[in-house]
T-cell receptor
Framework: DAGVTQSPTHLIKTRGQQVTLRCSPK?????VSWYQQALGQGPQFIFQ???????QRGNFPDRFSGHQFPNYSSELNVNALLLGDSALYLC?????????????FGPGTRLTVL | AQRVTQPEKLLSVFKGAPVELKCNYS??????LFWYVQYSRQRLQLLLR??SRESIKGFTADLNKGETSFHLKKPFAQEEDSAMYYC????????????FGGGTRVLVKP
């Protein structure tokens, strides 16, 4: 099991463009959460997907949207990119009902907005 | 609202010295507290959780509900402990999302 995988590793976009980031959860996991980590800060929760629906959302604008597919993989979409969207985007997977609420993280996608 | 504070951005200690990373939180319900670690060029990974009350790699952390703290301690730091450490809070009532502190970089000098 490769664990949580994310693609691409790095991405460079310009202001106003749109971007899609992808995540495959750890085998056996059914829940995917997305986090934004700006330089020098801790990760901030964006939203969480379970059963192909957005279950929770953090304090992020509607420009941030997502999707979960039947195989539990997920996408994060960001429209109308701003310079401030430059960050490391982390995906984490977990299993609903697990004894411990452990989330497993992917390596992240580094997004640079110019 | 959930909030986690790590007051130290950087902790520099010598090998063999004790190290303590501070974490304070605010949450009105029953929180679950975690410490995550990120070694150089590796992904974020769970170090320990308060529910397990375990010692991992010589680290321990005790949840003090009176002081709303979850400090991480190790009596004898090793060079391989150099990493970024994040304290995080979650709760089933809040849907299991993780709220992270800003992180503390630990540098263990030889």
């Amino acid at each position: 099991d490769a664990g949580v995988t994310q693609s691409p590793t790095h991405l460079i976009k310009t202001r106003g463009q749109q971007v899609t980031l992808r995540c495959s959860p750890k085998s056996g996991h059914d829940t995917v959460s997305w986090y934004q980590q700006a330089l020098g800060q801790g990760p901030q929760f964006i939203f969480q997907y379970y059963e192909e629906e957005e279950r929770q959302r953090g304090n992020f604008p509607d420009r941030f949207s997502g999707h979960q597919f039947p195989n539990y993989s997920s996408e994060l979409n960001v429209n109308a990119l701003l310079l401030g969207d430059s960050a490391l985007y982390l995906c984490a997977s977990s299993l609903v009902g697990a004894t411990h609420n452990e989330q497993f993280f992917g390596p992240g996608t580094r997004l640079t907005v110019l | 609202a959930q909030r986690v504070t790590q007051p130290e951005k950087l902790l520099s200690v010598f090998k063999g010295a004790p190290v303590e990373l501070k974490c304070n939180y605010s949450y009105s319900g029953s929180p679950e507290l975690f410490w995550y670690v990120q070694y150089s060029r590796q992904r974020l990974q769970l170090l320990l959780r308060h529910i397990s009350r375990e010692s991992i790699k010589g680290f321990t952390a005790d949840l003090n509900k009176g002081e709303t703290s979850f400090h991480l301690k190790k009596p004898f730091a090793q060079e391989e402990d150099s990493a970024m450490y994040y304290c995080a809070l979650s709760s089933r009532a809040a849907g299991n999302k993780l709220t992270f502190g800003g992180g503390t970089r630990v540098l263990v000098k030889p």
